[in-house]
């Protein structure tokens, strides 16, 4: 079964930083372009960065960058979101999503009907 799992989040002040994971089952993400997604209350989703598996490079929405970095392991199978320098304005449920044929693709972007297989989310609370 194809699944991603996430953890870490939480509640944090501005200028704090906070780590998400997203462990995968059922494909390695080693082969897969990996995007992250954020919901802010009363908003759409909204891409904020993804990790290009052919470029071994990530791009990032202009509102994160500079802030947030992805990585991957390969050997626990799972990619990390990490955000430093947050803002309030970054509260939101957070989601990681694997693009199942980013393979076949030069680059990665972050735009939510290129992804497949979503987490479950995790909330980010960022407040004085």
């Known amino acids: ?48 960065g993804c990790l290009s598996m052919n470029e071994n490079r990530s791009y990032f929405a202009e509102s994160v960058r500079g802030r947030f970095t992805i990585s991957r392991d390969g050997y626990k199978n799972t990619v990390y979101l990490q955000m430093n320098s947050l803002k309030v304005e970054d509260t939101g449920i957070y989601y990681c999503a694997a693009d199942s044929i980013g393979l076949a693709r030069a680059t990665c972007v972050y735009t939510r009907s290129f992804y497949d297989t979503w987490g479950q989310g995790t909330q980010v609370t960022v407040s004085s």
Do not use: H, M
């Open 1 to 48: 079964q194809v699944q991603l799992v996430q953890s870490g989040g939480g509640f944090v002040q501005p200028g704090g930083s906070l780590r998400l994971s997203c462990a995968a089952s059922g494909f390695t993400v080693d082969y897969y372009n990996i995007g992250w997604f954020r919901q802010a209350p009363g908003k759409d989703r909204e891409g904020v």
